[in-house]
């Protein structure tokens, strides 16, 4: 099976800096990661994905990194701004598993 | 953006009653789920479908049942709720024709149980 674990249930910065949320996860064979952003109120909303094949992945003001080695994942989030106050859950799957198991989530909140 | 919808977004009920939670996708997608999520907590899934006559349960344990008689439609009864229930639904649904196989989520529904 696998178990997803995030290393922080709270995350505070400044509006404007960079914020890292990390995630681990427990299954070697997982091959397919990804992060979701949840608004009060609202479902969870895809951010970015990344596969096993890769260790980076870039999108707008984000930034996804694998590290296989040690199972570890990051979200990264650059000159965060106060739309970014959210919760963050990570998730993975594994070929063959075709279900995602979902992280506790971080909460992310943006100070002025 | 996905086009997933769920209705109601907010229900409260008494213990005893029979619910049904509504989830529609207009996206053709073969696979739907069905998660659970207590505030702030982590999701759980509870159903997943990966095409039409096709139902099974997921990984928590759940009183619910689901149906999928047209690709677009996947919805939720609960015959007898109870404040057990009390929680938020989520509906989501993927294309296992894309490389990534990627879910994407309605706005969920919160229910209430008194």
């Known amino acids: 099976g696998e178990s997803v674990g995030l290393h922080l249930p709270t995350l505070s910065v400044q509006e404007g800096d960079n914020s890292i949320i990390n995630c681990a996860y427990s299954n070697s064979a997982s091959d397919y990661f990804i992060w979701y952003k949840q608004e009060s109120g609202k479902g969870p909303q895809f951010i970015i994905d990344i596969r096993s094949n890769m260790d980076k992945r870039q999108g707008q003001r984000v930034t996804v990194l694998l590290n296989k080695t040690v199972k570890h994942l990051s979200l990264q989030i650059a000159a965060t701004q106060p739309g970014d106050s959210a919760v963050y859950f990570c998730a993975v799957s594994f070929q063959g598993a075709q279900k995602l198991v979902f992280g506790q989530g971080t909460r992310l909140t943006i100070n002025p | 953006e996905a086009d997933i919808y769920q209705t109601p977004r907010y229900l409260v009920i008494g213990t005893g009653k029979k619910i049904t939670l509504e989830c529609s996708q207009t996206?053709?997608?073969?696979?739907m789920y069905w998660y659970q999520q207590d505030p702030g907590m982590e999701l759980h899934l509870i159903h997943y479908?990966?095409?039409?006559?096709?139902?099974e349960k997921g990984d928590l344990s759940s009183e619910s049942t689901v149906s999928r008689i047209r690709t677009e439609h996947f919805p939720l009864t609960l015959e007898s709720a109870r404040p057990s229930h009390t929680s938020q639904y989520l509906c989501?649904?993927?294309?296992?024709?894309?490389?990534?196989?990627?879910?994407?989520f309605g706005p969920g529904t919160r229910l209430t149980v008194l």
């Open positions: 989501a649904s993927s294309d296992p024709q894309r490389p990534t196989d990627t879910q994407y």
């Open positions: 479908s990966y095409g039409v006559n096709s139902t």
């Open positions: 996206m053709g997608h073969d696979k």
